[in-house]
Every structure is written in structure tokens, then in C-alpha cells.
């Protein structure tokens, strides 16, 4: 009888303390929601800032298609208003982005244009020339900027023909013959005799272009050295 009672016995826990003994292990168990909510939402946002900066590096990289130069603009301070104005300033074969530098170096990276490494400091606008005409490009924006007294918006530096020039190179740039120039320049130098001419003339199509070409750089070196 003395076992049948001791195995009889109550538990020494109040029902109280042994109800919060299970709202413990049930807690343990099944952790509230709270956090489980707010994760969607920050991978919903994180998912879309992340497409965002895919696109961007996306639209830099199709810009690089038939490109010719690529400049960085300091654009700190500017306004919308300017942004738009010098917009349509820009001939239609040139690009202005808004872009981070992380995001442009991502696109050009591996590219003849990685060496605009230089510019990847500050704030920058992007201009991507589609043109061989690289002063008539370069022109609208120093008319901006002395029109609208931004002497602190100068550029940062341009990548062309995968040589990188500095703020002070410039004027290489923009005082570079059009291509209208330089092969005027070339029909005007042909002075050879004829029968030279000729000769060259009845050479192969390509030993021809690559003379020319050939003849071409070199006028294109002698206006930028002047």
C-alpha cells in the first residue's frame, strides 16, 4: 500500500510553473514570426536594388558598342535642371550616363576601356562619344560649363583609342583634326610621281588600306602633338 501511494504522489510543481514550463519549450520550438516577416522584405528590396545595378552595368556595357571615347564628367552640384539642359547641348551621337563608379569599372573591366581607372574617384557623369568627330563631342560640354561658371565640373579624365588623357590632356582632344581634315590633308600630300602612284594604286586592295591607314595615324599623331 505505501508504494501504490508514493506512485500516486502529485508532481511537487504547481500547475502554474509546469504550464510556463511548456510555453518555454513550445517557445524553443516554435520561435515567433517577427523575423521570418521582415526577411522577405529585405530580400524583395535586396533583389531589386541588385537588378538595378545589373541593368546599370548592363547599359554602360551596350554603350561600349561602337564607341570611340568615354570621358568622366564631375558633376557634383549640378542640378537636374543642368543635366537636362546639357542633354540637349550633346550631339545625338553622344551619351551622358549617371552611373557609380563601381558599377561603369564592372562594365569596362577586362575592356581597352579599364584604363579609365583613373577617373573611379568622386562623383562622376559619364560621356560615351559615338563618333569619330571627338572635338564636335567635346566641344557642347566646355560651352556648358564656361556658360553656366562651373569651373569645378571639369572633366575627370576620358579614355580614347585605349590611351587614358587627364584633366590637363584635354587639349590634345579637343584640338584633334576631323577625319574630314586629316584625309584632306592626305590627298593634298600625295605628290609622288605618277608612275609611284600608279604602282601603288595596282597594289594588292589590302597592302593599300593598310598604307593608308598607316599614313592616317600618323597625321591623326602629328595634330594631336601640335
Not at 505505501?2 to 519549450?25: G, I, M
Not at 530580400?43 to 541593368?55: L, P, Q
Not at 561600349?64 to 571615347?69: P, Q
Not at 557623369?125 to 556658360?147: D, G, M, N
Request: overall charge positive; aromatic content about 8%; proline content about 6%.
Amino acid at each position: 500500500m505505501e508504494a501504490t501511494a508514493l506512485l500516486s504522489f502529485p508532481s511537487s510543481k504547481s500547475p502554474a510553473s509546469h504550464s510556463l514550463t511548456q510555453t518555454h519549450h513550445h517557445f524553443l520550438s516554435n520561435p515567433p514570426l517577427i523575423s521570418a516577416r521582415c526577411k522577405p522584405k529585405l530580400s524583395i528590396r535586396s533583389a531589386i536594388s541588385r537588378n538595378k545595378k545589373e541593368e546599370t552595368v548592363e547599359t554602360v556595357k551596350t554603350q561600349l558598342d561602337n564607341c570611340h571615347l568615354i570621358a568622366g564628367i564631375k558633376y557634383k552640384g549640378l542640378s537636374v535642371k543642368e543635366f537636362q539642359d546639357l542633354r540637349r547641348a550633346l550631339p545625338e551621337s553622344t551619351k551622358l550616363l549617371v552611373a557609380k563608379n563601381t558599377l561603369v569599372y564592372k562594365a569596362i573591366e577586362g575592356t581597352p576601356w579599364e584604363a579609365l581607372k583613373p577617373c573611379m574617384k568622386g562623383m562622376n557623369a559619364w560621356l560615351f562619344v559615338h563618333s569619330e568627330e571627338i572635338p564636335a563631342a567635346i566641344k557642347p560640354y566646355r560651352t556648358f560649363q564656361k556658360e553656366k561658371k562651373l569651373e569645378d565640373n571639369d572633366f575627370s579624365g576620358a579614355v580614347f583609342e585605349g590611351k587614358f588623357y587627364g584633366p590637363g590632356e584635354f587639349k590634345a582632344l579637343e584640338s584633334m583634326p576631323t577625319r574630314a581634315e586629316i584625309y584632306a590633308k592626305l590627298l593634298g600630300s600625295l605628290k609622288t610621281p605618277a608612275s609611284s602612284l600608279v604602282g601603288t594604286i595596282q597594289a594588292p586592295a589590302r597592302d593599300l588600306v593598310m598604307v593608308l591607314k598607316a599614313y592616317v595615324k600618323k597625321l591623326e599623331e602629328e595634330g594631336s602633338g601640335q
